[in-house]
């Protein structure tokens, strides 16, 4: 299974973005999705996740209220809506298929991985 993010770019603080990651199988739309980021010099932190129908959503809570996971099965597509990004957003991004279709927030609980985009958010 390959996974290829794209959508990443140079924003300014308030400005949106929209992510998307397309995997390589259909077997994906049997599992939950998620997205992670990683900072510089920082770990790599969960930031949204979703079921295999995207019935049930899960984000943190830095995030919440400005992004929106969504997937499209037809498509084999997850999306990543980002809005009133801040400078701390800024981090590679990275789309991930779930071993079952539970939507957890473990980075254990994924296990296909795409190269990560980078989104970076100026003041």
């Known amino acids: 299974v390959q996974l290829q993010a794209s959508g990443g770019g140079l924003v300014r603080a308030g400005d949106s973005l929209r992510l998307s990651c397309v995997v390589s199988?259909?077997?994906?739309?049997?599992?939950?999705m998620g997205w992670f980021r990683q900072a510089p010099g920082k770990e790599r932190e969960f930031v949204a996740s979703?079921?295999?129908?995207?019935?049930?959503?899960n984000y943190q809570d830095s995030v919440k209220g400005r992004f929106t996971i969504s997937r499209d099965n037809a498509k084999n597509t997850l999306y990543l809506q980002m809005t009133s990004l801040k400078p701390e957003d800024t981090a590679v991004y990275y789309c991930?298929?779930?071993?079952?279709?539970?939507?957890?927030?473990?980075?254990?609980?994924?296990?296909?991985w795409g190269q990560g985009t980078l989104v970076t958010v100026s003041s």
């Open positions: 991930a298929v779930g071993r079952t279709s539970y939507a957890g927030s473990s980075s254990n609980v994924y296990q296909y």
């Open positions: 199988r259909r077997t994906a739309s049997n599992n939950a």
């Open positions: 979703i079921s295999w129908n995207g019935g049930s959503t």
